[in-house]
């Protein structure tokens, strides 16, 4: 079995053994010193770039020149058969000359970086390339030198001449590769049995490894295993790495052209997280590759790993006052809620009022940018009004920036003196949006769940006197019924639970009070969980920028144990959302 290898960096060292010193050195040579050269083969991928030029096996004395004849039939015919590189081939000669006289012919002095190469085409078919070498002395025959090179494949290789081939082999080519998958769940703390069934149209080289699937929450997780690795005849393979999901290969094989089975044992400890893995493989036939793109790249369809639900990861928005807004990842720790806050943007502060429309949650994990879609809404969109009353709505979507740019959903919303998010009041799927007018008319704005037309449905009136409260909060179920539940803080500081209903007609019941003493906050933010027991919890800051975590206890009464201190330092910013 042929063992493949990419083979840039040995030609590179062998041919570096001639040195400047080298080619400048008297030809005075021992036997010892004699100068060897041979030729390789190899196999090239569309858009790599094979070279054509010897490997030095031997000798320290290199005093003339290497004389190479390229063409696209062996090099048996003195007169050039087949001369010249086909079209599309780009050649890139370096410090090459090319012998005008000759079609295909380059005359080489011999220094590694000087090597001739050509760029083998993106879409180039199959095709086989010959090249021969013979070695000129000083002051040496050129005539001589190029009938030696064409016709070095029919004459002993002697080391002053030789030949090489380079065969391109196509993408289509390549892609007569093809591994089938085979891989049942994992169960929690247990193990399963998944096989590779691989038809090898090609010898190479096969690595697996294993990534998450696309659009899932994410938990850490004690990690998979691989072991009891089995395969059969012509095939060698080895485990790399123990541990999975890792963006490292797990296991790799050499591979001769034929069917193969490779069988291997995932081991899960107890105490999984239910996440959803792919077994993701490379397939490379190449000797000669072009970057990563060259090899052949499956991915088996999304496999389970069984255990506990994974609860969404809570975090929290902030706008300071010179107008960039920054998000706060959530750790589900309730000691040290918040990693470090990252930088969303500047430019905010043009916006008169600034809202989620539900809690702001974790990113779904993604190999690829993912637009804005029906896996992605809910997650934390924002509706923000500018001073000249229009409103804009900002998706959330996984990608390098968490929200996508902003879509007007219309003007005249300079009439309501507060915008709030209110989750999915009416448990259609959709995130609403709920408005107070300046009469204390309470507004809710039912969410389309549309991408191209209107944001929002015709507004619903919820009811008067909410003039009453400085401060709502919403866009959560606090009291573990399914349904999002409201704060407001009335101006004495009393807080109150509007109990949500699931009817977008009638959303909330009738109040019920939390407790006094909230007028000591100016910042108050329903946040989801952040501590990763299932049950929504609240922040709110107070007027010397310490800000409190209020953890929920999923109950009506009760709604929130005894506050707990994140930390100081949080007046730089002038909105929490």
């Known amino acids: 079995m042929r063992r493949l290898t990419r083979r840039t960096a040995t030609l590179?060292?062998?041919?570096?053994?001639?040195?400047?010193?080298?080619?400048?050195?008297?030809?005075?040579?021992?036997?010892?010193?004699?100068?060897?050269?041979?030729?390789?083969?190899?196999?090239?991928?569309?858009?790599?770039?094979?070279?054509?030029?010897?490997?030095?096996?031997?000798?320290?004395?290199?005093?003339?020149?290497?004389?190479?004849?390229?063409?696209?039939?062996?090099?048996?015919?003195?007169?050039?058969?087949?001369?010249?590189?086909?079209?599309?081939?780009?050649?890139?000669?370096?410090?090459?000359?090319?012998?005008?006289?000759?079609?295909?012919?380059?005359v080489c002095d011999g220094v590694p970086y000087q090597q001739p190469a050509t760029i083998v085409p993106s879409g180039a078919a199959d095709a086989t390339l010959y090249w021969?070498?013979?070695?000129?002395?000083?002051?040496?025959?050129?005539?001589?030198?190029?009938?030696?090179?064409?016709?070095?494949?029919?004459?002993?290789?002697?080391?002053?001449?030789?030949?090489?081939?380079?065969?391109?082999?196509?993408?289509?080519?390549?892609l007569l590769n093809t591994i089938a998958f085979d891989t049942p769940p994992v169960p929690d703390g247990?193990?399963?049995?998944?096989?590779?069934?691989?038809?090898?149209?090609?010898?190479?080289?096969?690595?697996?490894?294993?990534?998450?699937?696309?659009?899932?929450?994410?938990?850490?997780?004690?990690?998979?295993?691989?072991?009891?690795?089995?395969?059969?005849?012509?095939?060698?393979?080895?485990?790399?790495?123990?541990?999975?999901?890792?963006?490292?290969?797990?296991?790799?094989?050499?591979?001769?052209?034929?069917?193969?089975?490779?069988?291997?044992?995932?081991?899960?400890?107890?105490?999984?997280?239910?996440?959803?893995?792919?077994?993701?493989?490379?397939?490379?036939?190449?000797?000669?590759g072009y970057w990563d793109e060259s090899d052949v790249r499956l991915a088996s369809a999304p496999f389970a790993v069984e255990g506990r639900t994974i609860e969404p990861r809570h975090g929290l928005a902030a706008r300071d006052t010179t107008g960039k807004l920054w998000t706060y990842e959530g750790t589900r720790d309730a000691d040290r809620p918040f990693y470090s806050r990252h930088e969303t943007g500047p430019g905010w502060q043009t916006y008169t009022a600034l809202t989620s429309l539900s809690p702001y949650t974790q990113d779904l994990y993604s190999l690829v940018d993912v637009k804005p879609s029906a896996a992605t809404r809910g997650r934390g969109d924002i509706a923000a009004r500018d001073a000249s009353g229009t409103l804009w709505y900002y998706d959330r979507h996984t990608n390098d920036t968490p929200y996508a740019p902003r879509v007007k959903v219309g003007g005249g919303w300079?009439?309501?003196?507060?915008?709030?998010?209110?989750?999915?009041?009416?448990?259609?799927?959709?995130?609403?949006?709920?408005?107070?007018?300046?009469?204390?008319?309470?507004?809710?704005?039912?969410?389309?769940?549309?991408?191209?037309?209107?944001?929002?449905?015709?507004?619903?009136?919820?009811?008067?006197?909410?003039?009453?409260?400085?401060?709502?909060?919403?866009?959560?179920?606090?009291?573990?019924?399914?349904?999002a539940d409201l704060l407001a803080r009335d101006r004495s500081g009393v807080l109150w639970l509007y109990r949500g209903t699931g009817d977008g007609t009638h959303p909330y019941t009738a109040r019920t009070q939390i407790g006094g003493g909230w007028q000591g906050y100016d910042q108050l933010v329903v946040t989801g969980d952040l501590t990763d027991d299932g049950k929504a919890d609240a922040v709110a800051r107070d007027r010397s920028g310490v800000l409190w975590l209020y953890k929920g206890t999923g109950k009506a009464t009760g709604t929130f144990t005894g506050r707990t201190r994140i930390g100081g330092g949080w007046n730089t910013y002038n909105h929490l959302f």
């Open 414 to 483: 300079n009439v309501y003196d507060r915008i709030d998010g209110a989750g999915d009041v009416d448990r259609d799927g959709y995130v609403d949006l709920l408005a107070r007018d300046k009469a204390g008319v309470l507004w809710l704005y039912k969410g389309t769940g549309s991408f191209t037309g209107a944001r929002f449905k015709a507004r619903v009136k919820v009811g008067g006197g909410w003039g009453a409260y400085d401060r709502l909060a919403g866009g959560a179920d606090l009291t573990g019924d399914g349904r």
């Open 190 to 288: 247990g193990t399963v049995r998944q096989q590779l069934r691989v038809h090898a149209n090609d010898a190479g080289r096969l690595t697996l490894r294993f990534d998450r699937a696309q659009g899932q929450l994410t938990h850490p997780a004690p990690p998979i295993r691989i072991r009891s690795l089995t395969s059969g005849p012509g095939a060698s393979c080895e485990l790399r790495w123990e541990t999975l999901p890792d963006d490292l290969p797990n296991l790799a094989c050499e591979l001769e052209a034929g069917d193969h089975v490779i069988g291997y044992e995932l081991a899960a400890d107890p105490g999984q997280y239910a996440q959803k893995l792919q077994a993701h493989t490379r397939y490379d036939i190449y000797d000669q």
């Open 12 to 106: 590179s060292a062998a041919a570096g053994l001639l040195t400047t010193a080298t080619l400048l050195a008297p030809p005075t040579a021992t036997a010892a010193d004699e100068l060897r050269l041979s030729g390789y083969d190899v196999v090239a991928a569309p858009g790599s770039a094979p070279r054509f030029y010897p490997i030095t096996e031997s000798g320290t004395t290199f005093w003339g020149k290497v004389v190479i004849a390229v063409g696209t039939k062996p090099m048996t015919d003195p007169t050039g058969a087949g001369a010249g590189l086909p079209t599309g081939y780009d050649s890139h000669n370096n410090s090459c000359t090319p012998a005008v006289e000759y079609t295909g012919v380059l």
């Open 132 to 174: 021969g070498f013979a070695y000129m002395s000083a002051g040496g025959d050129l005539a001589a030198a190029v009938k030696e090179a064409r016709s070095a494949g029919s004459l002993p290789a002697d080391g002053r001449r030789g030949t090489g081939k380079v065969t391109v082999k196509s993408r289509a080519h390549a």
